[in-house]
Each structure stands twice: as structure tokens, then as C-alpha cells.
T-cell receptor, first 113, second 113 residues
Framework: GENVEQHPSTLSVQEGDSAVIKCTYSDSASNYFPWYKQELGKRPQLIIDIRSNVGEKKDQRIAVTLNKTAKHFSLHITETQPEDSAVYFCAALYNTNAGKSTFGDGTTLTVKP | DAGITQSPRHKVTETGTPVTLRCHQTENHRYMYWYRQDPGHGLRLIHY???????DKGEVSDGYSVSRSKTEDFLLTLESATSSQTSVYFC????????????FGPGTRLTVT
């Protein structure tokens, strides 16, 4: 089955700096890569996603890049703010018919004011 | 929130007792999923459903069963709860045909003593 590794597990940045979280996946058939943000005690919420036919996608301060050859994708957050502090999860969809995804173990991002 | 609710939101139960968690959705989504979330493990798929009476196992299905007798309800049952099943359980749906975007319910915190 699919295996997704996420790094780093914790990340601390100063407000205004950029943050980068990286994920690698094992199944070359995976074709959809979402990122979720989970605040303490809340549900995971989709913040951005990318499909395998696209190399980069941007939404305001958030961007995701995908390298299919190397089988890795990254989340980039620019001009970080304290409200960006949360746990971020990447995922890879490996079964299109059933919508089955494998998640990374999460990155706890702390943005210090 | 894609019209997803979970009940109960919190439950404490004793080892060996049966427990049923309910996921209810109001928007006629075909695909529904049950995940568990534990510290350091991200989200792991327990079971999923692709229609009424159509279900299949995920990566951590041992000790769990599911049922879906109508589109709006997806039930997760722990036949005989164990302490290792103490976790936060999230239900999720995929938003529509041709979409892979997952939306999560608010979660159920289950403690098995």
C-alpha cells in the first residue's frame, strides 16, 4: 500500500518568516495530494490540494509544489502569522475508485509573535 | 462543514463493552469514511463505504465493524472495546462526483478504561 512520510514533525518560526513542510510518497499511481490544517481540538480542514498533472498551485500565502519524478510534495507558507499555528497533515490519494488516502503523521507548526 | 455530524462527541466506556459511534450527513454523499487519530500517527483509515450496504476495510480495521443501512448514516461499532481503541474518531465524506476533497466531521473522543 501507499506510505507517506512527513517532515519535520515540529517546526517553529518567527512571525513573518516562511515555513516549509515536506512529504514523500511511495505509490507512483497516487494522483491527488491534499494538505489539511488542524487546530487544537478541531477537525482537520482542507487548505490546499494539487493533482498530479500540475507542478505548483498557490492560494494567497499558501502554495504547494509537486515533483512526481521524485515522489515528493511540499507545503509553503509565506509571511507566517500566529494564527497559522496548528498541526498540518499531508495525504496522498492512492485509490481513485474508493477515494482512499494515506496521511502523513503531521507537523506541528508554531509561529512565535 | 458539509453537513456532517457525529454522536456522541465524547464517551467513556469500560473494557469489554460494545460501543457504537454514529456519523450522519445531510447532503446525500456517496462515500463515507471512518478514521482514528492518535498522537504521532496522523489519521488512519478504519473502514469506508461507497454506498448503502457497500463497505470495505481500511488499514486498521481489526476490532471494528461498520454498517450503512441508509445513505445518511454510517455506524462504527467496537464489538468489545479495548484500551488500545482509546482515540479520537473522525468521520469524513468526499464532496461529490469527480472530487477527491474530503471533509471531516467534528470528531468523537472515546476513552476506554
Amino acid at each position: 500500500g501507499e506510505n507517506v512520510e512527513q517532515h519535520p514533525s515540529t517546526l517553529s518560526v518567527q512571525e513573518g518568516d516562511s515555513a516549509v513542510i515536506k512529504c514523500t510518497y511511495s505509490d507512483s499511481a497516487s494522483n491527488y495530494f491534499p494538505w489539511y490544517k488542524q487546530e487544537l481540538g478541531k477537525r482537520p480542514q482542507l487548505i490546499i490540494d494539487i493533482r498530479s498533472n500540475v507542478g505548483e498551485k498557490k492560494d494567497q500565502r499558501i502554495a504547494v509544489t509537486l515533483n512526481k519524478t521524485a515522489k515528493h510534495f511540499s507545503l509553503h507558507i509565506t509571511e507566517t502569522q500566529p494564527e497559522d499555528s496548528a498541526v498540518y497533515f499531508c495525504a496522498a490519494l492512492y485509490n481513485t475508485n474508493a477515494g482512499k488516502s494515506t496521511f502523513g503523521d503531521g507537523t506541528t507548526l508554531t509561529v512565535k509573535p | 462543514d458539509a453537513g456532517i455530524t457525529q454522536s456522541p462527541r465524547h464517551k467513556v466506556t469500560e473494557t469489554g463493552t460494545p460501543v457504537t459511534l454514529r456519523c450522519h450527513q445531510t447532503e446525500n454523499h456517496r462515500y463515507m469514511y471512518w478514521y482514528r487519530q492518535d498522537p504521532g500517527h496522523g489519521l488512519r483509515l478504519i473502514h469506508y463505504s461507497y454506498g448503502v450496504k457497500d463497505t470495505d476495510k481500511g488499514e486498521v480495521s481489526d476490532g471494528y465493524s461498520v454498517s450503512r443501512s441508509k445513505t445518511e448514516d454510517f455506524l462504527l461499532t467496537l464489538e468489545s472495546a479495548t484500551s488500545s481503541q482509546t482515540s479520537v474518531y473522525f468521520c469524513a465524506i468526499i464532496s461529490g462526483p469527480g472530487s477527491y476533497e474530503q471533509y471531516f466531521g467534528p470528531g468523537t473522543r472515546l476513552t476506554v478504561t
